[in-house]
């Protein structure tokens, strides 16, 4: 599964993860992706502070608050992510990446609230586009979807804008 520098092979990686996909599919018709997890488990934090009102929301009419397959997929993914980085001689923690450091310095309130942001805004796009990268990029691209073909092209656009805006 390693390659001489020890990341994982992106061509098996990508075989696994289309195998997953067909799984997903034939076990639970549903597609893969990890938006709605989220969503799910905002809606547990929100049955913890305020039932009636997250009873309320639209979202919630179709979408019960509860951990289902997807919230345990995302948890599993932050998990197989550290073992594939440990696997694969490139687990390297730190709050501020070099390349951070090296354009906007080592501030680490700076660091934390600009990735709290970003995931404030990948979370308003996911639900903004109905659904985010993993259920576009992966699952609608197989099934071909024009939406999802428009939405991947749109995040690449988007990230690379982003980089060159931070980092260019």
Not at 44 to 65: I, M, N, W
Request: hydrophobic share 50%; net charge neutral; glycine share 14%.
């Amino acid at each position: 599964m390693n390659t001489a520098g020890g990341a994982w092979n992106p061509y098996v990686v990508g075989a696994l993860i289309g195998v997953l996909s067909m799984a997903t599919f034939y076990f639970s018709s549903k597609p893969l992706g990890v938006s709605t997890a989220f969503a799910r488990m905002a809606g547990l934090l929100g049955y913890l502070v305020a039932r009636e009102h997250t009873d309320s929301l639209a979202f919630y009419q179709d979408k019960t608050p509860k951990i289902e397959w997807e919230v345990m997929l995302a948890f599993g993914i932050v998990v197989g992510a550290f073992f594939a980085a440990l696997s694969g001689g490139e687990f390297h923690a730190s709050v501020i990446p070099p390349l951070w450091e090296a354009h906007f310095g080592d501030s680490v309130p700076l660091r934390l609230s600009v990735a709290f942001v970003g995931g404030v805004i990948m979370a308003f796009g996911a639900r903004l586009a109905g659904g985010c990268t993993s259920g576009h990029g992966i699952s609608g691209a197989l099934q071909l979807s024009v939406g999802s073909w428009i939405a991947l092209a749109c995040f690449f656009a988007g990230g690379s804008l982003v980089a060159q805006v931070m980092y260019g």
